[in-house]
Every structure is written in structure tokens, then in C-alpha cells.
């Protein structure tokens, strides 16, 4: 017995049951009453856990985080922590491993804690109506957005850099220091999520100089972890591929790059410029300083948890902000 | 009025009317309805909320984190929060400033939230009995000691490395491998705290091999952030004193000195050999890889965890686990 059968019992949709169990007041009384019905009478408890069903909902606000070997996700996550405590809430954290879903383990996180509001901090970027119903409560997608989803603008909130915008600008910022053969490394370039943005905001900085898309500069490393940076690149150079820039989708690897070309013996940035996306506190100490695109990680954090206390307390529609990342300039980028 | 003029007042220690306040078992039945009757009496409310007094306890464990800018304590965090999750209890996690006290925030949060133990993940080295009674649960030192402080072992647990040991063992390393003019790099010398126990083991290992300990060479950076280990470097270089190699007391802090030696024109190793204390993932990816002694990060999370449940649930005394550190050979450390 599923959320689906109780729906179909009643004739109503998969939300229509999510918010009746959530005891949200967007349902008639009428069919808040045969939903009720229909759960006693098939004995469904939604997550296995009886006192769910009686516990009224908390102070709190879940936190979810994907991709924990991200340094960004660390700085942003004390930023989270304080601003949602600064609003009088608890903060209920888990840290989800990788091959955890993030819709799944906030929809369980609700209902077990009865939280209020939920915050993903990173996520996946094609979400449908369907399955986003399992949440009751609002929620806000933290660093990324629905690019690839079928969600309505209003039903949710999203705080992110234009991922496609800031790799067109890191692109053409190597470009216009004169390089032509420039490598891309990314997890895969068709992930529907931030990898397959960036990859697109590459090739429309290569087109538009006249520059064709190779191939064979294109870099899938398969995950975002620092060997998979240090691996692709190293795997890169070993292929004999010519090039003399390379665009990471991410500081960390793009750090594990460097140490792949140094390794290599080639030198940054005489034979390879290095630009990545983050602009941590971190490659400020590398050496060189790595040339990057910055996110506003501090911003993005605080505008997330305003917005999710918006539409927790006010019951706002959802709200999507595009804070603009700037060029940090270091030592990784020389002219050719 | 405080708790110490209710303790006053009643003729007891601050200790009791802490057990008294925080309901625990070991204060008579007399005692106890003295100072709760002195309580109402002056109005005396714990940390301003008057719902703690008549909350019940929670299934909440309070984490209290140090020093956010060391990457060492975001991956723990990890492992503290998945292991406190899966022993069935909450998580209330506070990030704290640089200037905040770990006690009084953690005196502090136990009332509010209404916790049943404490974690605290880096701290001081030096706490009294007498501020340890604010806190009414049974707590961890999760990565310090309290070497320079005076609770009876038995009131209190720790998981740390031995950070004496470890910083000999480190410093004995570049003894080793040539080395007698070895810099160092410490928060401050006389910290009573970290700091201070891991320039006792440079000194020692230093005096063990008949050099003596040259203050031109030992710097106090003021900081554990990353701009004070490249300053701290950067301000010996430019005093023209004369070193082959640096002990530096954190990883963070020593890539900063890696990069204002070569900001400086020196070559690592082969002007100056640096190692450090912690060996993170992230420093194997460092050029060169950053030679350190590794903190078993996870080791120490996880068994810190561990001993506080059983304190919780089992009512067990202190216990104090000393995990050994083990060197990590990189590309940092030449031979002279």
C-alpha cells in the first residue's frame, strides 16, 4: 500500500493525499475526510512510524547536503545554520551520502521530524511535479535550480548562480586571453544537472569565437571528488590532446588539475591556464592563486533560508534568485 | 541574580543547583526542594526562557564546532552526524564564533533545547570543575584534552591525538631526514592549549637531539586561519633568519606557508622541507604533496560518539581515548 493506491482509492492526485497527511488547509473538508478514511481503513502509515500521525509539526527546518566533499557546501552550511537559528528554528542536518536521493531522504526527514520547511543544499536539477508531491512543506533548492525539471515557478524556490552564464563568461574570459585549444572537465556532460549547464555554457563561448567544440578536450570525469580531477587531467595529457587552457567545473578539482599538470611537468599557467568555478577562500593559498568565477556562497546561503521563512511563515509562492558571480583574478591564466 | 547567588543563598555549591536545575538524580530530596523553593523565590530563571524549567529532556545531542575554517572539523562533522543519527538521537548543531566560549554556549543550549549530552568538537585545554558545573550533561572533548585544566578524569571524556607525541614524532622526522634549523609555526606558545603541547614536543624533540631551541625561528601567528600561516611565513622570511625546514601545527596553515615560500622564491623541498599536523585529503593534492602526520579523523568521530551515548544511556564514567597519529610521507620533506 503506497501513497499512489490511497490517491487512486480516492479519486484525487498523489499532492492532494501528501498535504492531507501533512495536515496543510489547501484541502476541501470533504476530501481531507475520505483520504483520512482511506488511510485507516488500508492501515497506511506514511514512513513506517505511527506517532507521526500525532506528533504535531515542530520548529524545525531539514537540511539536506549533497556532495560533502565540497568545501563551498562546508562555508555555506555554517551561513545556513546561523541565519535559520538568527529566525528561532531548530535545524535538523544530514549529510546524504552520494548515492542517496535528496527528494526521498527530505520526504522521510519530514514526516520523522515534522519539520516545516526544507532546504537542499545541492541537488538534482529535474524535478517533476510527481515526485516533489512526497514533500509537504516548502522547500527551497540551494545552489542549483530545476533547469532540466517540469516544476511550476511557484511551487518551489531557487537560489543559484546562471551556471550556463558563468562558464560562458570563464570561457571567453580565456579566450580573450588569446587561447583557442581549451579542455573542459566536468562529471558528464549530460547529467541533466550542473555539469551538462556548464558544458553548455562552453560551447556557446567556443562558438561564438568561431572556435569549433573538440571532443577530444572534453573531459568526463565521472564524479566531483579531487581525484577525479587529478585523474582526468592526468588522463587528458597522457592521451597527447593539445591544448593550453582548461575550464573545471569546480575549485577542488580544478586544484587536483594542477597537481596532475605539475606532475606532468607541465607549469601552470605557462603551458596550461586553470579557471574554475567556486572561488574558494582555499585556492587563494594555491599556488598559483587559482584564476576563478566566485560565487556569492555567503549570499546565496542567507537569501535561501530568508526566502524558505517566507513561505513557511507567510505562505509565500516561490521565489528564484540568479546572484551574479564574479571573476577572481590569480595567477592560473596567462595570455597567449 | 545568578546562579551563584542562588547557590549562595542556599548554602551549596553552584554544582548542585546546576544538578537541581537540570532534574538529575544525585542531589537529595532536601536540597532539592530548598533551592528550588530559593528559585522561585527570587524569580531566578536559567538563560531567560521560562519553558525550560517545565520542558522535558529530549533525545537531542548538542554539537558545539570550533574553528570552521579548518577543513579537519568539516569532514568529522560527517561522521559525528551520521553516528549520532544512527544511535536514534537528534542533532543540534551550533557552529561558534572565534570570540564565543564553548562552555557558555554549550550551558546555554543544553537548557534551551533541553539536550542529553554534549559534543564538543575542538576547544579549550584548561577547563575548571567549577565552569564544567554550568553543564548539567555528560559531555566529550571530540579532538583536545584538558591538559592544562583541572577536572577529575572520571567527570568528563576525550578522544584526541596525543598532541605532544605527535608534534615530536613530526619534528624528529626532519631531525631525521638532516634538518637543525627548523622553523615552527604555532597559534601561540603559551596558548594552554593545542599550541602550546605541540611546541612542547618541537622543543623536545629538538633538545632530545642536542639542538637547542632558537626563538628567532619559532613563530606565533596569532591564528589558525590560513592568511596567518602565509603571514607568519612570509614575516620569518623577510627577518633573514636561516631555516631548512617548518613544522607548522595544521595542514591549512601549512599550505599557506607553502605558498608564501615559493611567493618568496624558495623551492619546497629543496629549499625548505615543510610537514604538519593532520593530513588531509586535500593536502595530498598540494604540489608537492604535503608530508604530515594523519589524525585518524574518523576514528576519533565516531569513538567520541560512541562514548558519549554510553555516558548517556549507561551512565558511565569518563573515559579518554588517545588515538595514534601516523606519518604520511609526501613530497614536502627532502633529506639535507
Redesign the interface.
Known sequence: MTIKDIARECGVGISTVSRVLNNRPDVSEEVRKKVLAAVEANGYIPNNSARDLVRSRSDAIGVLVRG?GN?FF?DML?TI??EI?RYGY??????LRTDDDEVKAGAILERE?KLRGLLFLGGRFNYTPAEMSLIGVPYVCCSYTNSFGTLRESDFSSVSIDDFKTAYEAVSFLISAGHRRIAAFFDACNDHSISELRYDGYCAALEENGISVDPALVVQTGGFE?EDG?NGMKKLIESGAEFTAAFVVSD?MA??A??AL??CGKRVPEDCSVIAIDGL??S????P?LTAMVQPGAEIAQESVRILMDMVENGSEGVHLRPQAYLRTGGSVCRR
Open positions: 560533502t568545501l562546508s555554517k545554520s546561523a537559528d531548530d535545524m535538523v542536518l544530514r549529510f521530524k579531487m587529478y577542488m586544484i587536483a594542477m597537481k605539475r606532475d577562500k582555499l587563494e593559498f594555491t599556488s592563486t
